[in-house]
């Protein structure tokens, strides 16, 4: 994304009102690992720089090599999460986030990460992250219960209809929640989460996706049989990557599709991990697995009273 | 079950003889010419037939055509000279039965008319705890058509925020009228898509009228999901610490209609039940439906509802709780 000239103009000024040149050579360092200020100024090391200049440099720059969005991401995150023991107060924060809504980008509230707004555009990297990158996601893995015998059983044309369906309804569910559908594999489905609350909202997002299917079954199903899912949820650290076959090679996303395996029919399974991290509300609507000891996974299921 | 036969011919009544020996159905013969003003009465269920021999087809084409709009009757044609031009055009415009010269002389058996009862489901009329059944009167569609002071039939729910004190004293009072507000708004937001409206609302409770048409099976499931997927809307909409829990009991019965703010002197048998139900009976965080309103349960989430007793003369369903500890 190459930004327009006056939306560099705020970024820099904000720079240089907020925080002092090694600080944004720091920055900087993070995106670039040997960014050199004065090389890029063309002077000599001993020369000394303004403020105003070393932040021009450095946007300048950023919007060169395509990362001034991750740059915004690290310099928000000085106000948001501080940086070396030290909290700021950026500049012309405001002023920054209106052009940058007005570009379609939104902002984590909680954490200060700028992200693509997905009224407007929705893709697998939420439009800033960086190929080759470790990030934290929440993973949900999606499959469907001897899906081959259902394919079997059914005519073509029912097959088609479903799985169109099924794949709206996930979706539907992981979209709204600015998740993002990395891999559809036959009747696998992995979704990522990143940012807001990305673990609070992958359990939502599975429980809805549960529910939808309950009343799919029962509404609109048009297989034989009713169709029954396991879902798995995991966190983890996972290097981004456009490519497909590196995504699931991950240890994080292994982690979670072997989880699966181990859920009964019509169950989200929920590892200790991400339970760990959900507000009390949504962590009360999940069992343990087991109850002797700590357990290591927790469960979701749709039940009705027995009479 | 009650069948009225329109006809000018005295002798039709033989070919009903078995229905009039039968236990389950009552028959009575009438003219014609008092088809209008006998069937606008009719309101529940009762299998009605029209004698269209000796009529022109302009005559038979406006019988059509009025019967095809009665909504709480089961009509049907006898045709002894097989004068209708599409049979079939008849079922799709809502009749349940054609009795044609060859079915006539046959004879029309009990069989033939359970089967006229399966074929076209006729939702069962409000009735009231004496048992009397109360007269359905279908509202308009648009609520601009409906008149102050004039009675209907609603789909009346009453809705209330259960623990609402013990959250008080957990969260405060300002979290009370912060989540309160915001559930309103969710809640008049969804009686809106059903075409009703909010009646009254106190603090944590309410009541929402929705105009009595065939599309009541829809409120019915708007108010399971509504339980069903409250964690959803508790920790994603409201963003609450803790999940609500709903009591919701859904009646069908005739008001006299006031706008909301003006309804202190209505005086109505069906919402003094709806009420007295809430408050007396209802357990926090259950979803009853009334035996009014209960034949309206759409066939694919029947099994939810388990049958839970009688309260001043009337039979509720109850929705099976969601995971049950």
């Known amino acids: 994304m190459k930004a327009s000239r006056s ?31 004065h090389k890029q100024k063309k002077l000599p090391e001993t020369f000394a720089i303004p403020r105003s200049e070393a932040a021009d440099q450095i946007v300048t720059d950023m919007n060169r090599y395509n990362l001034i969005i991750p740059f915004l991401n690290i310099f928000f995150s000085i106000q948001f999460k501080g940086y070396m023991g030290r909290t700021y107060k950026i500049s012309g924060f405001h002023e920054i986030l209106k052009s940058l809504y007005d570009m379609g980008f939104s902002i984590d509230s909680k954490n200060g990460l700028v992200y693509e707004n997905p009224t407007y555009r929705i893709s697998r990297n939420w439009g800033v992250l960086q190929e080759g990158k470790d990030y934290t996601f929440c993973f949900m893995w999606i499959d469907i219960v001897k899906y081959s015998l259902a394919v079997k059983e059914n005519s073509k044309e029912a097959i088609q209809r479903f799985y169109k369906d099924f794949i709206k309804i996930i979706r539907e569910s992981v979209e709204k929640r600015n998740g993002r559908i990395w891999l559809v594999e036959g009747d696998g489905v ?38 029954q899912i396991r879902i798995s949820i995991n966190n983890g650290k996972c290097e981004y990557s456009d490519n497909h076959e590196d995504t699931k090679k991950s240890e994080a996303v292994q982690h979670v599709i072997s989880y699966e395996k181990k859920a009964e029919p ?17 962590a009360n609507e999940l069992k343990p697995v087991t109850t002797e000891g700590i357990p290591e996974f927790y469960f979701y299921r749709l039940s009705w009273e027995e009479r | 079950m009650e069948i009225h036969i329109f006809t000018d011919n005295d002798k039709l009544k033989e070919y009903f003889r078995e229905i009039e020996g039968a236990k389950d159905f009552s028959l009575t013969l009438a003219p014609v010419s008092s088809f209008k003003n006998t069937v606008k009465k009719l309101n529940h269920c009762e299998m009605i037939y029209l004698d269209i021999d000796k009529m022109d087809e302009a005559e038979i084409k406006k019988y059509i055509a009025y019967m095809s709009r009665l909504e709480f009757v089961r009509c049907g044609l006898i045709d002894p000279s097989d004068s209708a031009n ?22 029309v058996t009990p069989q033939r008319i359970a089967e006229n009862m399966q074929f076209k489901a006729c939702h069962l009329p409000p009735v009231r705890s004496d048992g009397a059944k109360l ?13 102050e002071g004039k009675e209907y039939t609603f789909s009346m729910l009453f809705l209330r925020i259960d623990r609402i004190k013990e959250m008080k004293k957990n969260f405060g009072h300002k979290f009370i009228e912060q989540i309160t507000g915001k559930y309103l708004g969710l809640f008049e937001k969804s009686i809106n898509a059903h075409n009703g409206k909010l009646w009254n609302w106190d603090i944590n409770k309410g009541v929402a009228l929705f105009p009595y048409n065939e599309n009541c ?20 909409y409201l963003h609450s610490p803790v999940k609500l829990e709903f009591t919701i009991v859904l009646h069908l019965g005739n008001l006299e209609y006031h706008k909301r703010g003006e309804t202190g002197t209505t005086v109505s048998e069906s919402m003094n039940l709806l009420y007295h139900a809430s408050e007396l009976m209802a357990k926090p965080g259950n979803y009853y439906l009334s035996q009014n309103i209960s034949p309206h349960i759409p066939g694919e989430i029947s099994d939810l509802f388990i049958e839970d007793g009688e309260f001043e003369g009337y039979s509720f369903m109850r929705m099976k709780k969601i995971n049950p500890s």
Not at chain 2, 86 to 107: P, T
């Open chain 1, 7 to 37: 939306f560099l103009k705020q970024i820099q000024k904000a720079l240089a009102e907020s925080i002092d040149q090694r600080t944004m050579v720091h920055l900087a360092r993070e995106l670039i690992n040997d960014y050199d200020l």
């Open chain 1, 190 to 227: 992995l979704a990522a989460f990143h940012f807001l609350n990305a673990t609070q909202t992958t359990v939502l997002g599975s429980i809805e996706i549960l529910h939808r299917f309950f009343d799919y079954n029962r509404f609109e199903n048009p297989l034989t049989e009713p169709v």
């Open chain 1, 266 to 282: 019509d169950t989200i399974f929920v590892s200790r991990n991400v339970v760990l991290s959900l507000d009390e509300i949504v």
């Open chain 2, 86 to 107: 599409s049979v079939s055009h008849l079922f799709h415009m809502g009749f349940s039965d054609y009795i044609g010269k060859k079915e006539l002389k046959a004879g």
């Open chain 2, 135 to 147: 007269r359905a009167i279908k509202a308009p569609n648009s609520w601009n058509s409906i008149k």
């Open chain 2, 217 to 236: 099976g829809d409120i019915i499931l708007s108010g399971y999901r509504f339980i069903r997927d409250s964690i959803l809307f508790s920790a994603e």
